[in-house]
C-alpha cells in the first residue's frame, strides 16, 4: 500500500515570498502519478499541479512547481510571488498508473500568506 | 470551477435516518470517484464508478452505498447515521478510459451533519 507524508502542518510566508511544501511517499511502484491539490476555506479542492513518474522534466503551472526526486520519493511544491489568494491547505497526493485508481492524501499542510 | 456538481452543498439530519448525495461528473467523464473528508480521518478514497459499474472500492462502510446511472450521474447513499459520518463528501471524476488512469477533478463537496 502506499503511503504519504506531509511533515509540516502548518506554514506562513510573506506574499511575494517564496515557499517551498514538502512531501515524501512510500510505493514499490514504478509507474505513477503525483498530485498537489489545494483547498481553500470554501473547502473546494482545486488540482494545483500533476507530474507523471515516467517524467524527469518538473513540472510547472505558472508560479508553482515542484521538484520530483524519484529516487528519494519525494515531491515538494514551490509557491514563487505568493498571493494571498494562496491562503489555503495544500494536499499532496498519489495515484497509481494502471492500478487501482483511488487517490491517497497526505495530512495536508496548512499554509498561510501574510500580507 | 472544475465541471463537477454535487447537491446538495449541506445536509442537516439527525442520527439513525438515511441520506442520499448526488453527483454529475464532468462532461465525457466515465468515472466518478466518493471521497470522504473528516477532521479525524482526513481524506479517504470510499469508491469508484466506471461507466456504470463498480471498479474499486475503499473504506467504504456497509452502510454506504453508491451507483451509477446510464447517464452517469452517480449516487452515494448513507443509512443508519452516526455522529461520525459527519464529514464533507467529494465527487470527483476522471476521463479514466479502461486500463489507465487520469487526472481527477473534485466537486465542491456535500457537507453532512448528524445531529
Known amino acids: 500500500a502506499q503511503t504519504v507524508t506531509q511533515s509540516q502542518p502548518e506554514m506562513s510566508v510573506q506574499e511575494a515570498e517564496t515557499v517551498t511544501l514538502s512531501c515524501t511517499y512510500d510505493t514499490s511502484e514504478n509507474n505513477y502519478y503525483l498530485f498537489w491539490y489545494k483547498q481553500p476555506p470554501s473547502r473546494q479542492m482545486i488540482l494545483v499541479i500533476r507530474q507523471e513518474a515516467y517524467k524527469q522534466q518538473n513540472a510547472t503551472e505558472n508560479r508553482f512547481s515542484v521538484n520530483f526526486q524519484k529516487a528519494a520519493k519525494s515531491f515538494s511544491l514551490k509557491i514563487s510571488d505568493s498571493q494571498l489568494g494562496d491562503t489555503a491547505m495544500y494536499f499532496c497526493a498519489f495515484l497509481n498508473y494502471l492500478g487501482n485508481e483511488k487517490l491517497t492524501f497526505g495530512t495536508g499542510t496548512r499554509l498561510t500568506i501574510i500580507p | 470551477d472544475s465541471g463537477v456538481t454535487q447537491t446538495p452543498k449541506h445536509l442537516i439530519t439527525a442520527t439513525g435516518q438515511r441520506v442520499t448525495l448526488r453527483c454529475s461528473p464532468r462532461s465525457g467523464d466515465l468515472s466518478v470517484y466518493w471521497y470522504q473528508q473528516s477532521l479525524d480521518q482526513g481524506l479517504q478514497f470510499l469508491i469508484q464508478?466506471?461507466?456504470?459499474?463498480?471498479?474499486a472500492k475503499g473504506n467504504i462502510l456497509e452502510r454506504f452505498s453508491a451507483q451509477q446511472f446510464p447517464d452517469l450521474h452517480s449516487e452515494l447513499n448513507l443509512s443508519s447515521l452516526e455522529l461520525g459520518d459527519s464529514a464533507l463528501y467529494f465527487c470527483a471524476s476522471s476521463v479514466s478510459s479502461s486500463g489507465s488512469t487520469d487526472t481527477q477533478y473534485f466537486g465542491p463537496g456535500t457537507r453532512l451533519t448528524v445531529l
Open positions: 464508478y466506471y461507466n456504470g459499474e463498480e471498479r
